[in-house]
């Protein structure tokens, strides 16, 4: 057993573009709301888009991890 790896890791990783969340979120504000969009708000759009992405039953067993560009977690479901 000494020859076997302790862990072992399988990956599916969904990148999504924040400025297009961003405009999206923006286009469907009232006028009224203003112009500055937050992170809790792009996160929001991103938890829905992972339950449809990554929505898989073998995902529902698992913790999903969410991390920016630099590979920093910034949240997690």
Do not use: F, K
């Not at 709301?33 to 073998?58: A, H, K, Q, R, W």
């Not at 529902?60 to 479901?77: F, S």
């Amino acid at each position: 057993m000494s020859d076997l790896p302790e862990r072992i890791t399988a990956m599916r990783t969904v990148t999504y573009d924040v400025q297009t969340i961003v405009q999206d979120i923006l286009n469907n504000r009232a006028e009224d709301e203003g112009d500055e969009v937050t992170l809790d708000e792009v996160m929001g759009v991103i938890e829905e888009y992972i339950y449809d992405d990554l929505g898989s039953p073998i995902t529902r067993l698992r913790e999903i991890t969410i991390q920016d560009e630099n590979g920093y977690e910034i949240g997690g479901l």
